[in-house]
């Protein structure tokens, strides 16, 4: 979806003001809701691409006024509702009052290493081979889908170029919206940045994005 | 006007907000507290980014491990023990001469956390993630970094679920250095690329 996530190119947000010696948190909160949603994650009701499309369904003014911890708080009460955990009842009275849905498993203590270790990996094997190859020239497609997408639209409708086929991977647009792995290749693609920004354009600039393979179309 | 000294009420209406769902969740026995408090001190004390310094500091003493690391960076960086979430398929790139590498997630704030641990504000927030892939070294001045007219700049927008961790260049003056040493000269920022790597003192 065309979102407040999608920054690539945006103008207007000011400098980056990195924090010398930055801590990891800036309050008590912060390190809560990390551990929260990881927990809550862990429940098995959703995957990485759902909740970050729902992080990026919030309205842009609330997402561009939020810190990045609070569009995780956000996002993860609309989760929690959706998959029948929270209720608005529990929400409004800051208590549990309603029955809430099973989930597949719960995170224990003891178990958060081994879960953490091993992660969610996104690989999966391709019985197709890879349609392009390294070297390849490509064009990426030019849509707008109102759903969860990972081709920013700064590189849509680009020309560019395989540098290199990656590897199968579960494709995002569908299964934040339940509808399936579907996995497809994956590949880096490059872009001069003449190609994308056009007039005035860093001429020693190169961008490189990670497709899914229905994004290329041959060039 | 009341004045309700409860603690509760002396939290700011986000940290409440947090509190409460925690409460919840704890309430109905989907999350145990205990967990989270193992997951804070595992991403505030075991992992960060000396991870990644302990991995370029091999790349430039070992050339067998640089190659491989280049080959394939999930396996090389596996042998050292730093796996897990947020690292599952990790890419290294090399800085050059030529080359300067920078890593930016547009579209949220991908990051390799089994290497460099939880990112930083700035590299989650809006001016960083718009900047980056138009104007890398307007963004890098602001880093107190100003690359040579001529330098190659790539940006590697984590668009998928590989994560990127660049390889800054050895500084000159480091030959023999153990890789504890080396390790010390690379910083976090220099792995993302909005540094190089520290000249020696």
């Known amino acids: 979806m065309n979102g407040p996530q999608d920054l690539g190119g945006q103008m207007g947000f000011g400098p980056v003001a990195p924090e010398k010696d930055e801590p990891y948190f800036h309050a008590d909160w912060e390190r809560r809701a990390l551990g929260v949603t990881l927990c809550a994650g862990a429940m098995g009701a959703w995957n990485i691409d759902e909740s970050r499309h729902a992080r990026e369904s919030l309205h842009p003014a609330d997402y561009y006024s939020s810190s990045y911890y609070q569009i995780w708080i956000k996002a993860l009460e609309t989760l929690l509702k959706r998959h029948g955990f929270v209720s608005e009842r529990d929400l409004g009275a800051g208590d549990a009052i309603d029955a809430a849905a099973t989930p597949k498993r719960v995170l224990q203590a003891e178990n958060v290493p081994a879960v953490l270790a091993k992660g969610g990996p996104c690989d999966r094997p391709m019985a197709e081979p890879a349609r392009f190859k390294a070297g390849d020239p490509v064009r990426t497609k030019n849509f707008n889908p109102t759903g969860h997408t990972r081709l920013p639209r700064y590189a849509r409708g680009k020309r560019g170029k395989i540098e290199a086929v990656r590897d199968g991977f579960v494709f995002p647009d569908s299964n934040a919206h339940g509808q399936g792995e579907n996995p497809q290749w994956v590949y880096t693609v490059v872009f001069d940045g003449t190609e994308i920004w056009g007039e005035g354009a860093d001429p020693t600039l190169v961008v490189s994005i990670d497709a899914w393979e229905s994004y290329l179309e041959p060039a | ?201």
């Open chain 2, 1 to 201: 006007m009341s004045h309700d000294h409860d603690h509760d009420n002396e939290l700011d209406p986000f940290a409440a907000r947090v509190r409460a769902l925690e409460t919840i969740l704890t309430r109905k026995g989907l999350i145990d507290p205990a967990a989270i408090d193992v997951i804070v001190d595992t991403y505030e004390t075991k992992i960060g980014p000396r991870n990644g310094a302990r991995v370029v500091a091999k790349a430039w003493s070992d050339p067998a491990f640089a190659d491989w690391l280049k080959r394939d960076a999930t396996a090389a960086i596996e042998s050292l023990s730093y796996t897990g979430r947020q690292g599952e398929h990790m890419q290294a790139v090399f800085n050059t001469e030529e080359t300067h590498n920078l890593v930016v997630c547009t579209l949220c704030s991908c990051y390799p956390w089994s290497v460099l641990g939880l990112p930083p504000v700035w590299y989650k927030a809006p001016p960083y993630r718009s900047r980056a892939v138009i104007d890398p070294r307007g963004v890098l001045e602001e880093f107190g970094l100003t690359l040579p007219a001529a330098t190659r700049i790539r940006v590697w927008d984590s668009t998928a679920e590989l994560r990127y961790l660049v390889v800054p260049i050895r500084p000159a003056g480091t030959e023999g250095w153990s890789e504890e040493r080396l390790a010390e000269l690379v910083s976090r920022d220099a792995m993302i690329g909005t540094a190089l790597a520290r000249e020696p003192a």
